[in-house]
């Protein structure tokens, strides 16, 4: 069992930054062998997937925030980063990380990222 944690948000103005951190506690199973993804949810939609970074360090970004997010994952600290710039109201959700092999099986609780 993986277990994740969200960090790092916040309440932001318009145009402003937050960098959202997510630890993932690894079992054995060595952590860069881990895909991991952001995904996000307002109440009453449905959850969107944002970001991805694969075991090659290849990464994936939803339309909505390319050019103005960026995920980025330290295995040495079994840390994925995702940094919001840029930020708009639109962007106002519940922040999601996850973790999987194949498919993304753990997830953690979410962090509130609120834009003004």
């Known amino acids: 069992h993986v277990q994740v944690v969200e960090s790092g948000g916040g309440s932001v103005q318009a145009g402003g930054s937050l960098r959202l951190p997510c630890v993932a506690s690894n079992r054995g199973y060595p952590y860069s062998m881990y895909c991991m993804g952001w995904f996000r949810q307002i109440p009453g939609k449905e959850r969107e997937e944002i970001a991805t970074i694969d075991r090659g360090g290849h990464t994936s970004y939803a339309d909505s925030v390319k050019g103005r997010f960026t995920v980025s994952k330290d295995n040495a600290k079994n840390t994925l980063y995702l940094e919001t710039n840029s930020l708009k109201p639109e962007d106002t959700a519940k922040y999601y990380c996850?973790?999987?092999?194949?498919?993304?099986?753990?997830w953690g609780k979410g962090t509130q990222v609120t834009v003004s």
């Open positions: 996850a973790a999987g092999t194949v498919v993304f099986t753990y």
